[in-house]
């Protein structure tokens, strides 16, 4: 069964300086990879994606994402963040098995960004 | 882009009244749409995968009875809370699909504040 694992449940960070959250999931087929964000009271908002093809993605906002096949993760980076991005930051999983067509869910990285 | 529209976003009602949200896409046709619970601080729990024209699907541990779906139209899902308890409080949250693939990646509704007093 898949599974996703965001390993800090907390980041904070001051501004503008780097941050990455970190993903790593489970699955024994290919598998589609997806980086959400949450504000408060909202619902999600999709901020990249990996399919196929280049392991680099780029999404909205400034971030960005690798994909790591022999290690399994699936990492979110930005290079310098803002107040504005301090949210809940959420990796979800696709496996081919089912069609792409079930998604799972990490427990979700909360990041606080400091001025 | 995909819209999908959620109401309403919150609801305060009494313990064992029913309680409707709408899940609605905007500019797009979802032969599927999916409601998620959220509890404080923790990821979201797939309940059941609403398909236009056919019964849901559900999740194991989610009880069909209490959470009733209805996806009567392609741009149109409902859940229903019946006999709502204190303990049914959460947000809700549904999502919907362009494309039965989840290569396009979900757009979710805004959420739905339950409060059961």
């Known amino acids: 069964a898949q599974s996703v694992t965001q390993l800090d449940s907390q980041v904070p960070v001051f501004e503008e300086a780097p941050v990455e959250l970190r993903c790593n999931y489970s699955s024994s087929v290919s598998v589609y990879l997806f980086w959400y964000v949450q504000y408060p009271n909202q619902g999600l908002q999709l901020l990249l994606k990996?399919?196929?093809?280049?392991?680099l993605v780029k999404g909205i906002n400034g971030f960005e994402a690798e994909f790591n096949k022999s290690q399994t993760s699936f990492h979110l980076r930005k290079p310098s963040v803002h107040i504005s991005d301090t949210a809940e930051y959420f990796c979800a999983v696709s496996d081919l098995l089912t069609g792409g067509f079930k998604t799972i869910f990490g427990a979700g990285t909360r990041l606080f960004v400091k001025a | 882009g995909a819209v999908v529209s959620q109401h309403p976003s919150w609801v305060i009602c009494k313990s064992g009244t029913s309680v409707k949200i709408e899940c609605r896409s905007l500019d797009f046709q979802a032969t599927t749409m999916f409601w998620y619970r959220q509890f404080p601080k923790q990821s979201l729990m797939l309940m059941a995968t609403s398909n236009e024209g056919s019964k849901a699907t559900y999740e194991q541990g989610v009880e069909k009875d209490k959470f009733l779906i209805n996806h009567a139209s392609l741009t149109l899902s409902t859940l229903t809370v019946t006999s709502a308890h204190p303990e049914d409080s959460s947000f809700y949250i549904c999502?919907?699909?362009?494309?039965?693939?989840?290569?396009?990646?979900?757009?979710f509704g805004s959420g739905t504040r339950l409060t059961v007093v």
């Open positions: 999502s919907a699909t362009p494309d039965r693939r989840a290569n396009y990646g979900y757009t």
């Open positions: 990996y399919l196929s093809g280049s392991t």
